[in-house]
């Protein structure tokens, strides 16, 4: 604790009592389980809520496990009537399962998917006080993989899904060693590295300036969530990827430029396939263009599992 105070009166000598002050109530919006700076807005019934209904009607399996660094992690799994494969779903930023694959749940378990929906660290019914924009919840993935196989006893093909910060936490994963059960990702609006999001976000929306601002931001990271936001970059995991991924994003992406998957892409040493669509916003790719969504998975599923 002691340390903490040292580091933030260099951080005041630096920047000033008053940016001190903005740079603890951004870091508390960016990584902080409660943040009064940001309110949902009701959404109205649609394809979203209609997946989380049928999804709760199914009473799925309550799954939990124990993170590498001690924290409960839970989560919901439904098995297919006939499986052909398993996918791992991991929600967005101050996302959920519900809201983020609501709108095609129902026919990824209808194609024979079984699935795993994961709540994220810091988020949902899951332990802990902040979020790792992908280095804390590679990790993550990785014990839920450790579950998943342990539950895999037919072998079938295993993906892992995420969307937006869910995204880069699959694509960081994949950086590392995956078990052999796991045949793809899929990744929809991911962005290149936690240090370059968290500064664009910061730049577009709060004036926020890279040197010192960013400089003393960085250093909160590492003291209140243990991590850096240089530490790990998916645009690195990428140049170590060896499973098939499949990139998604929607060209009308104001909050994750699509560039960034563009770039994830050209960095990725596996197997790979893009697909962007026209006029879609964050997250919107599926509900503006459904026919090439589901084509894109299921040209996924033939070519690593040989389905036919």
């Not at 095609?104 to 994220?120: A, F, K, M, N, P």
């Not at 931001?217 to 990428?238: D, H, I, P, V």
């Not at 969504?293 to 040209?299: C, G, P, R």
């Amino acid at each position: 604790m002691k340390r903490v105070w040292k580091g933030l009166s260099i951080m005041a000598g630096v920047l000033g009592a008053a940016d001190v002050l903005a740079v603890g109530a951004f870091f508390n919006m960016a990584a902080g389980r409660r943040c009064i700076f940001l309110r949902k807005k009701k959404e109205p019934e649609s394809k979203r809520t209609e997946g989380v209904c049928w999804m709760e009607g199914m009473n799925p399996e309550k799954a939990v496990i124990e993170s590498r660094d001690g924290l409960k992690l839970k989560g919901y799994y439904l098995e297919a009537e006939n499986p052909k494969r398993i996918a791992a779903l991991f929600h967005g930023w101050r996302g959920s399962w519900g809201h983020d694959f609501g709108p095609c749940i129902r026919w990824l378990y209808d194609e024979g998917t079984s699935l795993l929906l994961v709540d994220q660290r810091a988020q949902g019914e899951s332990e802990g006080r902040y979020m790792g924009f992908g280095v804390l919840e590679r990790e993550d993935c990785h014990a839920w993989m450790d579950w998943l196989i342990k539950r895999n006893q037919g072998g079938l093909p295993v993906y892992l899904y995420g969307v937006s910060m869910g995204a880069a936490t699959v694509l960081m994963a994949a950086g590392e060693e995956l078990p052999g059960d796991v045949k793809g990702v899929i990744a929809d609006c991911g962005f290149t590295s936690p240090y370059e999001m968290v500064y664009r976000f910061g730049k577009l929306n709060f004036k926020l300036t890279e040197h010192p601002v960013m400089d003393q931001l960085n250093w909160l990271f590492k003291r209140r969530a243990g991590y850096g936001l240089k530490e790990y970059s998916t645009l690195e995991a990428m140049g170590h990827c060896r499973v098939p991924v499949l990139f998604i994003h929607g060209k009308a992406d104001t909050f994750v430029p699509y560039e960034m998957t563009v770039r994830n892409y050209e960095a990725c040493t596996a197997q790979k396939k893009l697909l962007l669509v026209e006029g879609a916003d964050h997250c919107m790719s599926y509900l503006k263009d459904e026919e090439a969504y589901k084509e894109a998975l299921k040209e996924l599923f033939r070519e690593t599992a040989g389905e036919i």
